[in-house]
């Protein structure tokens, strides 16, 4: 994982693609789930495009995150990626809103949001 975020963001598809078996190797060797500290590590990795589908499989790394569903992420990046984690989360949220007409608390033990009518202690962003 170390070794991913010291290569800097992704590259642009309309940049140099030599460290694309690179980074797509370092991929698939992150063990998850993530914690939410290497999930906010790893934003850094993104870059301006999907760099080739990459940014799609480091967004599921990241979505491992025990809290992801109540992380902030900056805003206004102009990281495809961390703006893709913003709508997500987003969408989880209306999601759940309309299922439970908008109640949601925050459960003590977990610090998780979840429906406050609900019997589940967390819903997963993922579904």
Known sequence: MADLIRL???PSEDDDQEDLERI???????STPVT???AYA????????D???????????IETAPNITSMTFPRNTGKLGIDRLIARQ?????????RDEGD???????????PANSLDSSVSLMG
């Open 42 to 49: 790893l934003l850094s990795a993104f870059g301006s495009d």
């Open 24 to 30: 797509g190797e370092l991929l698939l060797r992150i």
């Open 51 to 61: 760099c080739y589908g990459m940014t799609g499989t480091l967004l599921h790394v």
């Open 104 to 114: 949601l608390s925050c459960d003590a033990d977990t610090n998780r949001l979840r």
């Open 90 to 98: 987003e969408n989880w949220l209306d999601s759940i809103r309309e």
């Open 8 to 10: 800097g963001p992704f």
């Open 36 to 38: 939410d500290e290497e």
